[in-house]
């Protein structure tokens, strides 16, 4: 079954770096774009970043432009999302996603607290 | 950018009863819609997409309609399981993803 695990959340200051992980299982990781998706607490909803099959096509949200970078892995099945110059507005659940013209399977999420 | 506005903000329905939960599009999206809902602690997880198709293991309660601008998401026999928030997001205007605010649906 299509399985997606995430994992480096945690607490940074602002300013900070971190950087996401997302293991993929169950499926052909190399066949799909795959996207970062974040929830603010008590929020809804934000895409963050786009990745295609290939890595060669990126998109990003105009709030993380510039600060974020997506990645990919296609022989380890793995997605990243390093990011830099993080805000306290960063701090959210970030999960990460299949794409298929819709988000079809989610991992669990993992959160990122930007605070002093 | 397509602004998608769910109502109502919460709805109260008693388990038994048939819940519809509203969408609308700040212009048309074709049938380019799809439904999540999210429990507590937990990721969403997709419901419905081209607006009327359920994803693979979703009940048949749960149904969704329209095109254009105007949308229904509609829950025939609410189960305990069933109250949650629910999204919808167009994804017409791709990679320009939009989604609703959410509408808690809870126990009356």
């Known amino acids: 079954q299509v399985q997606l695990v995430e994992s480096g959340g945690g607490l940074v200051k602002p300013g900070g770096s971190l950087r996401l992980s997302c293991a993929a299982s169950g499926f052909t990781f190399s066949d799909y774009y795959m996207s970062w998706i974040r929830q603010a607490p008590g929020k809804g909803l934000e895409w963050v970043s786009y990745i295609s099959s290939s890595g060669s096509t990126i998109y990003y949200a105009d709030s993380v432009k510039g600060r974020f970078t997506i990645s990919r892995d296609n022989a380890k099945n793995s997605l990243y999302l390093q990011m830099n110059s993080l805000r306290a507005e960063d701090t959210a659940v970030y999960y990460c996603?299949?794409?298929?013209?819709?988000?079809?399977?989610w991992g669990q999420g993992t959160l990122v607290t930007v605070s002093s | 950018e397509i602004v998608m506005t769910q109502s109502p903000a919460t709805l109260s329905v008693s388990p038994g009863e048939r819940a519809t939960l509203s969408c609308r599009a700040s212009?048309?999206?074709?049938?380019?819609l799809a439904w999540y809902q999210q429990k507590p602690g937990q990721a969403p997880r997709l419901l419905i997409y081209g607006a009327s198709t359920r994803a693979t293991g979703i009940p048949a309660r749960f149904s969704g309609s329209g095109s254009g601008t105007e949308f229904t998401l509609t829950i025939s026999s609410l189960q305990s399981e069933d109250f949650a928030v629910y999204y919808c997001?167009?994804?017409?205007?791709?990679?320009?993803?939009?989604f609703g605010q959410g509408t808690r649906l809870e126990i009356k």
């Open positions: 996603a299949r794409w298929s013209d819709y988000w079809d399977y």
């Open positions: 212009q048309s999206v074709s049938s380019n």
């Open positions: 997001q167009q994804y017409n205007n791709w990679p320009l993803i939009t």
